[in-house]
T-cell receptor, first 112, second 112 residues
Framework: DTAVSQTPKYLVTQMGNDKSIKCEQN?????MYWYKQDSKKFLKIMFS???????INETVPNRFSPKSPDKAHLNLHINSLELGDSAVYFC???????????FGQGTRLTVV | GNSVTQMEGPVTLSEEAFLTINCTYT??????LFWYVQYPGEGLQLLLK?????DKGSNKGFEATYRKETTSFHLEKGSVQVSDSAVYFC???????????FGSGTRLSIRP
């Protein structure tokens, strides 16, 4: 059983479109995250949620809107996609806010 | 602020060589320290962790010791295999962080 699963794995779309990435964890964790990994493999936190509440929004453009309908899900919606949004997006979860995180397989987003 | 610095790659070694990847951190208080590994096309996997000074994390032949006096958490393995080829990330978290802070990653390639 996959612990943290995100869909889709690949997403190719045109500039200006709106897209969503879904994430679910079955670990019973309280905290979920979205990270962005650029082409040089650098990982940057985007959002952190604890018990469905937004804890961190790390200067992400407001075109990105996370939504947590319950503790097990954290989805990411992106409006008006730009070329610079092309990256791999990782969802992760952890038991509490300062314990190790478990990562999904990533969503490779390509904006053309 | 809190940060992680790890040696730049790529690192290329022959099979059965000894591996060290250096990692130092800057943090207030007493962070938890982690090493994650990312195989090609996959998400990050927790390799090992240490939560207090002098703790040694170990897994799959890899080891790292939490050294508070030198603020370091160097990754070591006595005899690397081709299957160890991946990108390795040093990371930290602390009680009020609500996120995991990653180093820039070190790409490791092992020659047969």
């Amino acid at each position: 059983d996959t612990a943290v699963s995100q869909t889709p794995k690949y997403l190719v779309t045109q500039m200006g479109n709106d897209k969503s990435i879904k994430c679910e964890q079955n670990l019973g964790h309280d905290t979920m995250y979205w990270y962005k990994q650029d082409s040089k493999k650098f990982l940057k936190i985007m959002f952190s949620y604890n018990n469905k509440e937004l804890i961190i929004n790390e200067t992400v453009p407001n075109r990105f809107s996370p939504k947590s309908p319950d503790k097990a899900h954290l989805n990411l919606h992106i409006n008006s996609l730009e070329l610079g949004d092309s990256a791999v997006y990782f969802c992760a979860s952890s038991r509490t806010e300062n314990t190790e995180a478990f990562f999904g397989q990533g969503t490779r987003l390509t904006v053309v | 602020g809190n940060s992680v610095t790890q040696m730049e790659g790529p690192v290329t070694l022959s099979e059965e060589a000894f591996l060290t990847i250096n990692c130092t951190y800057t943090a207030t208080g007493y962070p938890s320290l982690f090493w994650y590994v990312q195989y090609p096309g996959e998400g990050l996997q927790l390799l090992l962790k240490a939560t207090k000074a002098d703790d040694k994390g170990s897994n799959k032949g890899f080891e790292a010791t939490y050294r508070k006096e030198t603020t370091s958490f160097h990754l070591e393995k006595g005899s690397v295999q081709v299957s160890d080829s991946a990108v390795y990330f040093c990371a930290l978290s602390y009680s009020s962080a609500s996120k995991i802070i990653f180093g820039s990653g070190t790409r490791l390639s092992i020659r047969p």
